[in-house]
């Protein structure tokens, strides 16, 4: 149920208005009556369908973090005054920052950002990740980085808000459970923040939706995000491992998981040892069954299409150019030479 305007707060914080409201919860704009200031006041509202025990963690968590938040001191994020449970709902009362979100200043834009302030915004948002990613011992990965939870002040600065999503990672796993999958806003959120079995972030997460970010600004459109739904479907029969089940990508000739072979197999032309029917070498003899082969302009050994150096003497194959420094062959699309190491 929402706060009411003139509704008191552990007796010191006075709602005055409400600022924005989420799926999670809702921001409020309150009074400190002890200090005689102006603060933003977050809620969250646990999940009713959630288990108690479930509750009881996340409740441990949100005082951890709160604690953890309430410790930084950076130009670019929030000050945290204050943290409380009041009414089975969870709060943070934090600084209030005037200003617009990139979101509305893009809208009201009406077609792309400028590059350079759009590149010295980004500047400042990474300026904050580099004070959350290197907190010690636990960094601090925000996971929800987009432009309405970016706001600029008058004075020109960036404020990174809204850690309504924020984890910490763990020292001893450096892999963020993914305890919220398919929350955050997917136009903005890496792969491995919704994608069923690639649960996992980490700071390269925050990193990625910076770059969407930008993007999106410059181009005056939301971002690319993802193009999955967010559980996917089962790998057919076809994709499954006939051994042990396990699910296999297109193009690979071993399991994964029993490392049996996935499509076949056949004899080797020159030894008879058996191999599978995708290979390129036997494993037996080590010699090229790929239905064609390079020679090595060298040495005349065999290679198989794909290469790009020769597996008998390690020369460059497909003599596309000569280095001008050395005069040694270079591989097709070789931007330095093998030989000297010289640009090409």
């Known amino acids: 149920m929402p706060l009411a305007v003139g509704q008191l707060l552990q007796g010191r914080y006075r709602i005055l208005r409400l600022l924005g409201q989420g799926g999670m919860g809702a921001v409020y704009l309150a009074e400190d009556t002890r200090l005689g200031r102006q603060c933003a006041v977050k809620e ?19 005082q951890a973090e709160a604690r953890i938040l309430a410790a930084l001191d950076h130009p670019n994020l929030p000050k945290v005054y204050d943290f409380f449970t009041d009414g089975g709902s969870e709060y943070i009362v934090m600084e209030y920052i005037e200003g617009d979100t990139l979101a509305t200043l893009s809208q009201r834009q ?13 500047d400042q948002v990474l300026d904050a990740l580099e004070e959350l990613h290197g907190q010690q011992p636990r960094p601090i990965i925000h996971r929800d980085i987009k432009p309405a939870n970016i706001i600029l002040t008058a004075k020109g600065r960036i404020k990174l808000v809204d850690f309504g999503l924020v984890k910490l990672l763990d020292p001893n796993d450096p892999r963020t459970a993914t ?13 491995e923040q919704y994608a069923s079995g690639a649960g996992h972030t980490d700071a390269r997460s925050d990193i990625y939706s910076i770059a969407e970010f930008r993007a999106a600004l410059a181009a005056a459109r939301a971002g690319l995000g993802l193009s999955i739904p967010p559980a996917s479907p089962p790998a057919p029969a076809a994709m499954r491992c006939p051994s042990c089940g396990q699910a296999y990508a297109v193009g690979e000739i071993y399991c994964q998981n029993c490392a049996a072979v996935l499509a076949g197999e056949r004899a080797c032309p020159h030894c008879g040892a058996s191999a599978p029917s995708g290979a390129l070498y036997c494993p037996g003899c080590g010699r090229v069954i790929a239905s064609s082969v390079t020679p090595c302009p060298q040495c005349g050994h065999a290679n198989a299409p794909v290469e790009v150096y020769c597996q008998g003497c390690s020369r460059p ?3 596309d150019g000569v280095c001008r420094a050395c005069g040694q062959g270079l591989p097709q699309h070789a931007r330095y030479c093998p030989a000297c190491g010289s640009h090409v």
Not at 44 to 62: C, G, K, M
């Open 179 to 191: 305890v919220m999958k398919g929350m955050g806003t997917p136009e903005y959120a890496p792969l």
């Open 44 to 62: 969250n509202i646990p999940d009713p369908t959630a288990a108690p025990q479930v509750l009881a963690q996340l409740r441990q968590q949100f």
């Open 110 to 122: 009406g077609g792309p950002l400028p590059e350079r302030p759009v590149l010295i915004w980004a």
């Open 317 to 319: 194959l497909g003599r």
